[in-house]
């Protein structure tokens, strides 16, 4: 969360989107109007930042549930 604060909450702005559109990377590019291998990238620095593996569907569940207790409405 400080990291995301730190840079203008742009990586945890694309993974709430992500998050909310069920992780569908082709979507969530659509809908961030970035190239998809932009977006993989960026998921890939979440991924360290969080030192989690976000191709597994426990650990996107995981965050998600973590995100909407911090922000239940989603900010």
């Given at each position: 969360m400080?990291?995301?604060a730190e840079a203008g909450g742009e990586l945890l702005h694309i993974l709430r989107t992500?998050?909310?559109l069920d992780a569908?990377?082709?979507t969530t590019a659509q809908v961030l109007h970035a190239?998809?291998?932009s977006l993989r990238y960026r998921l890939a620095q979440i991924g360290k930042l969080l030192q989690a593996d976000l191709?597994?569907?426990d650990t996107l569940l995981?965050?998600?549930l973590a995100y909407?207790?911090?922000d239940p409405v989603g900010g």
């Open positions: 400080d990291h995301g992500c998050l909310r569908g990377q082709h190239h998809r291998n191709d597994h569907l995981t965050r998600d909407r207790t911090y």
